[in-house]
């Protein structure tokens, strides 16, 4: 499948569509009967009876495109709330950690206790259940097989279950090599305490995942609030049990947070959650039937890959081990903040996309696939661009606000402000590969994001050693960021041309939005020399009047050079103001 211009291709597409799009609807929208979710047809979309549910509603057609800027629009509002919540305890977490603990040798081995049971994790792509079980499962509701579905389900519970606690008994044994692979550059005494933090955060990894397979069940039935509990369960236990007994455990305090908080929000809530949709679990190893077998063909390229998205954590650690104590830590505390920009405008992006591209592509709607996908790049560059630059701008007075109040030292605090600067360089590509790696989903393939992804990891891994070697935490910084914009533009290329998309529209969009951004970020650069002549940044009323000012003058500036330029979407947001002023 190359393009769908090719008639070949376009019937590869189409019964591709018929075996594995369903509706996301029933996830992102309002889906009143959890019972009654649909699922495209092979040859007439929208005709329910065919599946054996008269009752069924009809699919969205998304039939133009001011209705589907506006459920984008809305979805992404929506989506960007929840995600903001999730991001602003996420932050909390790490400033408890700042708080409590500090900034040294032995908050980088806490960072680095979470590399094993994240490996474990992703090699069962336990991070990916939504684009690989949950579209198995929904597909017998979907045919009125209620009971096979249940069966698959108890299946694929059972057997990667088996797996996983097999996996932990292993890792758990040889933990004390594991973790010596990796982080190699910590002393004997970091050693010690990274392998105990560790084991107590490995069956969390059982919790996780079980998790990750009933919140599956949940969104498939229309079920939303059970699952979207869970991070804010988990957060919240890791902050109490590191404030309530830090003071008598340390940092193992946190860590034992995990654990809880991976129990009771991951795993017991989701179980109270599925319970409430009268499942029916039954003990089963029948790996040979049909529907395991479609989730592990699924799957296998997520588990087999090592997609530079998740490889960048793991090497920023390795790395970090041989250099100054803290710098694991400096760059865990910038890159938390950057995630915050990308979770709240390209996350929220690419799942309020992704049910539009794959409606649009099971329909060989190819036209509209297209608009509908630079549409949501254009939205993803038109708010993390000038956003990550502001923030780049005001790292120092942003860090000193948050953190001013914590163990960490003024050096600490600098070195975090220039980590989260250059972190901040990559967001864009950050939020626009969620919106092209689901573009590749919409299309039923998992498997060329992967390929592209282990292809540059194993790449650039001699980039992250060499510009850590020259530049310490900094360089490490600067190599995620460099590389997560080759990844971004590679999988723009290659699916712009599997979509025969020029691109012509969305490089002179970026190039509009980038001087936009620059000419305002030049004056800004400049207003903030001038005030940090008259007041101290380094002072709680000095960092929030400057912080405020510039904030101001930057958004001001960028307005004006924004519609200078001619920036679209910012002139339908003031158009849309301007309507709603009327009214």
């Known amino acids: 499948m190359r393009g769908p211009p090719r008639e070949k291709d376009n019937e590869e597409i189409k019964k591709g569509a018929s075996n594995r799009a369903f509706d996301y609807s029933i996830i992102f929208g309002n889906n009143a009967d959890a019972g009654r979710a649909t699922s495209p047809p ?137 973790t010596h692979w990796i982080a190699p550059g910590f002393t004997a005494e970091q050693h010690r305490l990274l392998t105990y933090l560790t084991r107590i955060m490995l069956p969390a990894q059982a919790f996780f995942f079980i998790g990750g397979v009933l919140s599956a069940v949940q969104y498939a039935q229309g079920r939303f609030l059970i699952p979207s509990l869970a991070p804010l369960v988990y957060n919240g236990l890791i902050i109490a049990f590191g404030i309530l007994l830090s003071s008598r455990w340390g940092i193992q305090s946190f860590s034992w947070g995990v654990l809880a908080g991976s129990l009771l929000g991951n795993c017991l809530l989701q179980i109270y959650g599925v319970m409430r949709l009268s499942a029916r679990f039954r003990f089963s190893l029948q790996v040979r039937h049909l529907g395991f077998r479609r989730f592990a063909r699924l799957s296998l390229p997520i588990m087999l890959g090592f997609s530079f998205i998740f490889v960048d954590d793991w090497v920023i650690r390795w790395c970090g081990s041989f250099l100054a104590p803290a710098s694991i830590t400096w760059l865990g505390y910038g890159k938390t903040l950057m995630r915050v920009v990308v979770g709240i405008f390209g996350m929220a992006a690419g799942v ?45 007075q942003i860090i000193f606000l948050l953190f001013s109040h914590t163990r960490l030292g003024l050096h600490d605090m ?164 301007a309507r709603k002023g009327e009214r």
């Open 42 to 178: 092979p040859k007439e979309i929208g005709d329910s009876k065919k599946l054996g549910n008269p009752s069924a509603p009809d699919p969205p057609a998304y039939a133009t495109a001011t209705q589907r800027r506006r459920i984008f629009l809305r979805s992404a509002a929506i989506v960007g709330a929840s995600v903001f919540l999730s991001r602003v305890l996420g932050f909390l977490r790490e400033w408890a950690i700042a708080h409590q603990v500090g900034s040294n040798a032995i908050t980088d081995a806490y960072y680095a206790a979470f590399t094993l049971p994240d490996i474990l994790n992703y090699l069962l792509a336990g991070g990916a259940l939504s684009v690989t079980f949950l579209p198995v499962f929904l597909e017998y509701f979907t045919s009125d097989r209620e009971e096979e579905g249940w069966h698959v389900f108890s299946i694929v519970l059972s057997a990667m279950t088996v797996v996983l606690l097999v996996l932990l008994v292993v890792a758990e044994i040889y933990a004390p090599v594991l």
């Open 352 to 396: 309020a996309s992704f049910p539009i591209l794959v409606r649009l592509a099971a329909e060989k709607k190819w036209p509209e696939m297209k608009e509908g996908l630079e549409e949501a790049l254009r939205h993803v560059i038109l708010a993390t661009l000038p956003v990550s630059v502001l923030m780049a701008i005001l790292s120092r």
């Open 414 to 577: 600098e070195q975090t402000a220039l980590a989260m600067a250059i972190f901040l360089l990559g967001t864009i590509a950050w939020g626009g590969q969620t919106i092209l790696g689901r573009g590749f989903y919409a299309l039923g393939d998992t498997l060329t994001p992967t390929l592209i992804g282990t292809g540059l990891a194993l790449a650039w891994l001699p980039v992250y050693w060499w510009l850590a070697q020259q530049f310490q935490h900094v360089g490490l910084a600067a190599a995620s960021s460099l590389g997560i914009l080759v990844y971004a533009a590679i999988l723009l290329g290659v699916l712009f041309r599997r979509l025969q998309i020029s691109g012509a529209a969305l490089g002179l969009f970026v190039l509009r939005t980038a001087g936009a951004t620059a000419l305002a970020g030049g004056i800004t650069l400049y207003a903030r020399q001038l005030l940090e002549a008259q007041t101290n940044w380094q002072t709680m009323t000095g960092s929030f009047v400057q912080a405020a000012t510039l904030s101001v003058l930057f958004l001001a500036s960028f307005a004006l050079f924004a519609s200078l330029t001619g920036v679209a979407p910012w002139r339908e947001l003031r158009a849309a103001f």
